[in-house]
């Protein structure tokens, strides 16, 4: 079973940078296109970046210009670089495929934006 650990999630303020990074149990980021989702309180997951095997990236209009995406196959790892980091950030982010059927989801990793 494919296990999903993300990390890198922290209090920051407005204007501030983070790195998530996560980690698959196999190298399912080669195989299939790898997203970035996020859940804030009372709303809905959403997906906020993805890039495909061919290294391809797309974004959330939202978060375009201030995040990036990136892929280390090497390392089954996924990225997401956040920068400009503003309150509505706030949410707890997920990585999983973007194709469904979806691996299961990990416990995730809160990143609150706040002054």
């Known amino acids: 079973q494919v296990q999903l650990v993300e990390s890198g999630g922290g209090l920051v303020q407005p204007g501030a940078s983070l790195r998530l990074s996560c980690a698959a149990s196999?190298?399912?980021?080669?195989?299939?296109?790898a997203g970035w989702y996020r859940q804030a309180p009372g709303k809905e997951r959403e997906l906020v970046a993805e890039?495909?095997?061919?290294?391809?990236?797309n974004y959330l209009d939202s978060v375009k210009g201030r995040f990036t995406i990136s892929r280390d196959n090497a390392k089954n790892t996924v990225h997401l670089q956040m920068n400009s980091l503003k309150p509505e950030d706030t949410a707890v982010y997920y990585c999983?495929?973007?194709?469904?059927?979806?691996?299961?989801w990990g416990q995730g990793t809160q990143v609150t934006v706040s002054s």
């Open positions: 196999t190298s399912i980021f080669k195989l299939k296109a």
């Open positions: 890039i495909t095997t061919l290294d391809i990236t």
């Open positions: 999983n495929v973007v194709s469904k059927p979806y691996y299961s």
